[in-house]
């Protein structure tokens, strides 16, 4: 091997990015695999650990290496050398011991040459896949850029860093462009091996894709000082995020938005238009559930801290607003707090409360009504029979012993919504 492959061999470790004393230690074994076909060298354990090969680094000097056992009588040349001629090196050697010899490069056919090639590309494919297996099992959790290349039915591989990653179907978003060399950044979702390569797994659709795009745009969550404390997705149509403050001089919502919007747009536009409601975490659940129902404005919550269950009640012309489309904003509201929401507007709630307090009333015969006299004069006071009933008298007697009552206006900034 002369000096010239040596230099291409380092070349090519460093475009491959592997350590190049990985591939020397390749050839070297591939040398003696070579050996081993060419001459028929049975291919068991002790003759395996008497065949080794040595490259020099620098000049690329190759020399090949087999200990013969020393026998009475010879019955294969390869591998053995008998008593007499052991003794013309040495008049020591007795029978069983090794004698070291250089097989000459010369003496390789092409077959070995060949088989010598394929034990090196195998090496690299191996190291290949160790590096990439380590190098992304280091990124599993975390955001990477990567590039469209192809689509195989719903699948759509990416490149990332030089490797090829895959896009399930069932991890992609309907919002998103996945035509040829489109770049736009991708969740890690997992690294295993599968038939004997790597296999990359990436998502658009993860949570975890908004909380690193966070991270990633917005310094103060980077550094701590604000913190996610949690996240609901329905990934292409909306997302909501809770975040609170570890410095009472940093607004959160203000640190997630940006001045002029500028950072949440930025996530926005990499999510194709999503929409993001970020939401003032706070330790009073009724507060953080009108806040998680932003933005729409929130007249009251009810607790059953028991079920885990709020009754929320809010303006009748925020009551669509409130439950979202198709139920989307209710939805991801409780998701987000981890507390079943059932929402009513104020004529729903007003209703449903004078069901209530009427099951209360029984109906007897007039003449029951009647109060005995007592020998005072009675006192009547007329009343307009079509007058409405006031009813809010009522209410406190009327709710579960259970159940605490919490206001909160979020008009005073109880979430913010970008769209």
Known sequence: ??????????????????DPEILFTAIEEGLVSAYRREFDVKSTENIRERIFAEIDRETGEMRVFFNKEVVEVVTDEHTQISLAEAREYDEEFEVGELIEFEVSPQDFGRLAAQTARSVITHKLNEAESKRVFEEFSQLVNTVVT????????????????????????????????YNFNVRMRFFVLNVSEHRGRPLIELSRKSPGLVIHLFQQEVPEIASGVVQITGIAREAGMRTKMSVISNDENVDPLGACVGQRGMRVQAIIEELRGEKIDIINWHPDVALFISNALSPARVRRVDLNPEAMAARVIVPDDQLSLAIGREGQNARLAARLTGWKIDIKSDTQFNQSLQEEIMEHFVITPEEDLEPESDGLADETVAEDPDAPIDFSEYLSS??????????????????????
């Open 398 to 419: 009327f709710m579960q012993p259970d159940v605490g009552d919490r206001y909160q206006d979020i008009e005073h900034g109880g979430g913010k919504t970008e769209e």
């Open 1 to 18: 091997m002369s000096r010239e492959i040596v230099m291409a061999v380092k070349a090519l470790a460093k475009e491959r990015k592997i």
């Open 146 to 177: 990567g590039t469209v290349k192809r689509r195989e039915r719903r699948d759509v591989y990416v490149e990332v860093n030089g490797v090829e990653a895959l896009l399930r179907g069932s991890e992609q978003v309907r919002n998103d462009n």
